[in-house]
């Protein structure tokens, strides 16, 4: 079971959102403080944490800075009342791995848990499975049914980019800003190209399917 | 007190007098001058103490009835022509200071004065007016603020009054509890706005004018609400020109695309259709956000910007009247500019237009 600490100052916001969390399946414990914080985790270890910013004595961005110097790979999300692009940006830069803006619905909390405890499962073990659909990243190799399917490396990454995020619809700058050079002269169409390549190469693969979204962008859908 | 503004009036009185006194005696001083020097030249009378004394106590007395008929006559020009309407103006402005803004000044009628007054009085009038209309937008505003504020908090007693009722079953319980859920999270939506536009009202905001990729800005906004349009099985066209880069504050224009995306999902009919156009040109770059909704009257049209105003009351469970007021605030703030074109029935295009460089 996967074991989750959070810090929030205030008693009552704590306590339910370690009651839903225990509800859901997972093993929550709540510290008030960040002092608190790190005696407990002296102790236990944990999967993921969730923050406040805005906390007596050291706030939320010190904590994290703390926590990031023990542990660069736990995934952290803060929950917090301010919503300015400044201290989403600091967040960012202290090294959370998402951002959520108080009143949290504990619904969404629970959706991008799941998902920030996947990528960091996906980060750990450099391997990602989707049904019988396996790509090993040390190795960048993709495998159907135990048979080798040979990708690209560019190929490679661009699926398992989409696969590390299913559901999230990726625009075309955005994989091009990542997985193309800056100065490339091709443009965002080229993706599409990409994109028509990996599809014929997975027709045969049911596990999943790269979706085309109204020319906006492309996602992978987990069936 | 009364005997104080008399010696004052008095005294003002003398003050008229004696400047009048002293134009008259200048300008007879100077004509008689003239006028005896010329004499003396031509005609050589000579000109004894005895004659000149005497002539100069009639000028005298002659500049002292002058100036005092000047004074008279002044004095009643003053009256009629500056204290009157003077006083029809300040007495309005008194009603004003107490609240009252009904009250409208007369302009006068126009025969031998000047329409300086007039033109104090039009002004006069037009502040009166604007004055009244924004009292009215204020008590709406209030209005509106307690009415979308205290309904959920009602929701929200109401329900949590209910679940404390002993051998509740369970599905009442749970549907009490949704109850709950929802109404805050309306309220909670609610003050977020309130507090954005608070913000972008009351601060001075420095836009914070940087070039960027707006095609890529307003696709990725989109993409945020891709779960509610797949709910409504809404149809999504596109037509993106690639690239289009302006210079403007990005945190600033995320308000107002997911404003307007929000709205039009929002708005339409389950398989309707939502359209997103980007175009540009050299000086402007072009977002069209159409639906194929319920469409916004023209009177709906004239007030839609307005804080707390929702054109169909029938919608008010679904949002809080704050989404367009920010957009227009945000348009303001960074130059730009948005209109719309609705159609009852039919659907709405918001476009919204932005200067590709602003220097």
Not at chain 1, 44 to 57: G, H, K, Q, R, W
């Amino acid at each position: 079971m996967f074991k989750i600490l959070v810090v929030e100052d205030d008693r009552e916001l704590n306590r339910s959102v370690c009651s839903f969390l225990n509800q859901s399946g997972y093993e929550a414990t709540g510290c008030l403080f960040a002092e608190e914080a790190y005696d407990v985790m002296y102790e236990t270890v944990f999967d993921l944490i969730i923050s406040d910013i805005m906390m007596p004595n050291i706030d939320g961005f010190e904590f994290v800075k703390t926590v990031r110097t023990l542990n660069e790979n736990i995934p952290i999300l803060f929950m917090t009342a301010r919503d300015d692009f400044a201290s989403k940006q600091r967040g960012y830069r202290v090294g959370v791995d998402d951002y959520m803006v108080k009143p949290i619905d504990l619904d969404e909390l629970f959706l991008r848990i799941g998902a920030l405890l996947r990528r960091a499962k996906i980060a750990s073990s450099r391997r990602l499975e989707v049904g019988n659909f396996t790509m090993d990243s040390d190795e960048h190799t993709a495998y159907l049914d135990g048979d080798e399917i040979p990708l690209t490396q560019r190929e490679f990454n661009l699926l398992y980019k989409l696969l590390s995020y299913p559901k999230k619809t990726f625009t075309r700058t955005q994989l091009m800003d990542e997985f193309w050079d800056a100065d490339t002269e091709s443009g965002t169409r080229t993706v599409d190209v990409y994109m028509t390549k990996l599809r014929s190469k997975l027709s045969s693969c049911d596990a999943f399917e790269i979706v085309t979204v109204h020319g906006l962008g492309y996602k992978a859908v987990i069936k | 007190m009364k005997k104080y503004t008399l010696i004052k009036r008095i005294l003002k009185w003398f003050n008229h007098y004696f400047v009048f006194f002293l134009l008259v005696a200048f300008v007879i001083t100077c004509c008689t001058m003239l006028f005896v020097s010329t004499l003396r030249e031509t005609l050589e009378i000579t000109l004894t103490d005895a004659n000149i004394s005497a002539a100069a106590k009639l000028t005298f007395w002659n500049v002292a009835l002058l100036s005092l008929i000047f004074t008279v006559f002044d004095t009643v020009r003053r009256k009629l022509t500056v204290e009157r309407p003077v006083k029809r103006i300040t007495e309005a402005a008194e009603k004003i200071v107490q609240g009252d803004f009904t009250v409208r000044v007369k302009p006068q009628n126009k025969l031998g004065t000047d329409d300086t007054f007039n033109r104090v009085i039009d002004c006069f009038n037009k502040m009166a007016e604007e004055l009244s209309s924004t009292e009215t937008l204020r008590t709406d505003f209030v209005a509106n603020v307690s009415h979308e504020l205290k309904t959920p908090l009602a929701v929200m007693q109401n329900y949590g009054t209910l679940l404390q009722q002993p051998n509740l079953p369970d599905e009442n319980r749970v549907e009490y509890a949704k109850a709950i859920t929802d109404a805050s999270r309306r309220l909670a939506n609610l003050i977020t706005n309130i507090l954005k536009l608070n913000k972008l009202e009351n601060q001075q905001i420095i836009p914070q004018f940087e070039e960027y990729d707006l095609s890529e800005q307003v696709c990725e906004c989109l993409l945020g609400f891709e779960e509610a349009w797949e709910k409504k099985e809404l149809d999504i066209k596109t037509d993106i020109e690639d690239g289009v880069t302006v210079k403007s504050d990005a945190e600033m224009m995320s308000l107002v695309w997911n404003n307007l995306f929000s709205n039009a999902i929002k708005f339409t009919e389950r398989n309707g259709t939502v359209s997103l156009s980007i175009k540009s040109d050299d000086d402007y770059a072009v977002v069209k956000i159409s639906d194929t909704g319920c469409g916004i009257s023209a009177e709906v049209g004239k007030r839609m910007f307005d804080k707390f105003y929702q054109g169909d009351t029938s919608h008010a469970t679904q949002g809080n009247g704050l989404g367009l007021a920010l957009v227009k605030r945000v348009i303001d703030i960074t130059g730009s500019d948005i209109s719309v074109e609705s159609e009852l029935g039919k659907g709405t295009t918001f476009t919204v237009k932005i200067r590709r460089n602003t220097i």
